[in-house]
T-cell receptor, first 109, second 115 residues
């Protein structure tokens, strides 16, 4: 059973547009919600993370929105660039990490 | 890749053969992890280690064993490889344990194909 559900599976966005990736979870014990970025042939790299006592966290063009009551969190990439084309994974952790299934983002020039 | 190397990077083997994957770190981190990555499943934890000779099972540990005799090395062994173990395997390290604000650094991965 997938602990963290991620959507969409793939996403195509025009350069300069906003990319939005959503994740949902059920286990209210999760206390840390990171997003990872992965380029082909590379390992995932931490992009941004949030804890459940905060509703939003912004780092440059990347923002996490967190809705504790709905048990959902999302990644927003503002002013998307071709260099952002990658696979993005959300995750949630208690005593171990549970990853979403990934979103393949393509930003068209 | 945060001082993490994995070897081999690619391996093709036959069903029933033993396979050992190696993860080596230069950062002296206490915690090390093995994940597998499969389409439609994301990353799933196989085993982890919280110190030399201290290991525990993750979400998908069946068919795998691990060993850690030195801080810098974490070995993943498939005693008798099966086609269902065809995957990309990632090693990760962290300074903090499994819980909390735990930034994990991932290695470059090993692509294993079991024929």
């Amino acid at each position: 059973q997938q602990q963290v559900k991620q959507s969409p599976q793939s996403l195509i966005v025009q350069k300069g547009g906003i990319s939005i990736i959503n994740c949902a979870y059920e286990n209210t014990a999760f206390d840390y919600f990171p997003w990872y970025q992965q380029f082909p042939g590379k390992g995932p790299a931490l992009l941004i993370a949030i804890r459940p006592d905060v509703s939003e966290k912004k780092e440059g063009r990347f923002t996490i929105s967190f809705n504790k009551s709905a048990k959902q969190f999302s990644l927003h990439i503002m002013d998307s660039q071709p260099g952002d084309s990658a696979t993005y994974f959300c995750a949630a952790s208690t005593n171990q990490f549970y990853f979403g299934t990934g979103t393949s983002l393509t930003v068209i020039p | 890749d945060a001082g993490i190397t994995q070897s081999p990077r690619h391996k093709v083997t036959e069903t029933g053969t033993p396979v050992t994957l190696r993860c080596h770190q230069t950062e002296n981190h206490r915690y090390m992890y093995w994940y597998r990555q499969d389409p439609g499943h994301g990353l799933r934890l196989i085993h982890y280690s919280y110190g030399v000779k201290d290991t525990d099972k993750g979400e998908v540990s069946d068919g795998y064993s691990v060993s850690r005799s030195k801080t810098e090395d974490f070995l993943l062994t498939l005693e008798s490889a099966t086609s269902s173990q065809t995957s990309v395997y990632f090693c990760a390290i962290s300074t903090v344990g499994l819980a909390g604000s735990n930034e994990q650094f991932f290695g470059p991965g090993t692509r294993l194909t079991v024929l």
